[in-house]
């Protein structure tokens, strides 16, 4: 909130999911959950700080699914939707205004408009990757110049306060001039605004400020689907530059966020419009895929791959290199008398009440693991 608040071109959209998460967390660890239902409780947590930050339930919940818990399954869809749908009737009645992305009407589309947009998304692979390298090489320059790490930040706000003199719309996330660029024309200041404020956000994250990419890939992405319009009315394409902004801001914010359902449903829940949400997702695949088979990093598993750990999704946050002998072994539930009868044994355990029984001797010691189903499928009665 800090960084934002001076003006450092990060967005604080980071902030809420990392504080969502944090508290989902804090809960499953005092309720002694497993891992499996910690990570849903995570995902929940991340999931309610973007539906609120946008007021877009679906968004925040594909949010959670695709880059929290690494799955679209249905044991966590309740707890998911649900937080996120409290999330926004949270905000809604403490009376909390979103930040506008206002469209200008949509025209008609055609399946002749998804090649140019395919190409698009291509393009913002292109750029996500640039700006993640440069926000990497920003951060090693600082380290290299010898500079003490609590005066790197003023540098990077000078240096952002500097490239603010062209253009105010630099600083910040973005989110003031978002709906402004969606709904103006391409000229020659969108491409200046387009390559400052990639600078400004790379300064920023590299200098030591806090923050996010979301906003700011947006609003870059809006920016290059302008640039991508002006480019092909000079090829002689007919490209909407309005739709050519919007699926833009949702294909680049793919290449450097991650989760193109989430992005689609960002900009479903924004426009209403389900014609352009399709090419919306095509563009976003063909980032997404492009950006995992010649990068293999989204701008978080990327920082994290910096720091030496080995993740490049959801899937891969690791548990092997904190694992102990104890936390592998699960705690005794069940036990029954090796010397029992089957009948007694159906009695104490009805089948699907457990899985497996641990059989003791007459001390008490370990004789065998046996599954319940195992003995009701055996059909008589015994030892």
């Known amino acids: 909130m800090l960084c934002n608040g001076f003006g450092a071109s990060v967005g604080m959209e980071a902030g809420y999911s990392q504080a969502g998460a944090g508290i989902g967390s804090a809960i499953a660890s005092r309720l002694g959950l497993s891992r499996g239902q910690c990570r849903v409780l995570v995902g929940s947590g991340a999931a309610a700080g973007i539906a609120a930050a946008f007021h877009a339930p679906l968004t925040g919940a594909f949010y959670g699914f695709e880059l929290i818990i690494g799955v679209y399954a249905i044991p966590s869809v309740a707890p998911v939707m649900t937080a996120a749908l409290l999330a926004v009737l949270t905000v809604r009645t403490l009376g909390a205004e979103p930040f506008p992305i206002i469209v200008p009407p949509i025209p008609d589309l055609t399946l002749a408009d998804y090649p140019p947009f395919i190409l698009l998304g291509l393009i913002g692979a292109g750029v996500a990757i640039a700006i993640m390298r440069l926000v990497t ?82 609003f870059l992405g809006s920016l290059m689907g302008k640039l991508f319009a002006g480019a092909a009315a000079l090829a002689g394409l007919p490209v909407d530059p309005v739709v050519s902004a919007v699926v833009g801001m949702a294909a680049l914010a793919v290449g450097i966020v991650g989760g193109p359902f989430t992005m689609t449903f960002l900009t479903l829940e924004t426009t209403g419009d389900l014609a352009i949400s399709g090419l919306v997702l095509t563009a976003a695949i063909a980032c997404s895929l492009t950006v995992r088979e010649t990068f293999g990093y989204s701008f978080s598993t990327w920082r994290l791959h910096l720091r030496g750990e080995s993740i490049r999704g959801a899937h891969d946050v690791g548990w092997l290199r904190d694992l102990t002998v104890g936390r592998l072994m699960e705690p005794v539930r069940a036990t029954f008398s090796a010397d029992g009868t089957q009948a007694t044994f159906r009695a104490a355990f009805p089948l699907g009440q457990i899985r497996h029984v641990t059989l003791l001797d007459a001390e008490g010691r370990y004789a065998g693991l046996v599954r319940v189903a195992r003995v009701y499928s055996a059909g008589q009665d015994g030892p």
């Open 137 to 218: 090489l920003v951060e090693k320059g600082f380290q290299l110049s010898g500079v003490p790490a609590p005066l790197r930040p003023m540098i990077g706000g000078l240096g952002v306060g500097a490239l603010a003199l062209y253009s105010p719309q630099i600083m910040s996330s973005g989110e003031g001039a978002l709906h402004i660029q969606v709904g103006t024309g391409v000229t020659v200041s969108v491409l200046l605004v387009f390559l400052l404020k990639i600078c400004a956000s790379s300064l920023s994250l590299g200098s030591g400020f806090r923050g996010g990419l979301f906003l700011a890939a947006l």
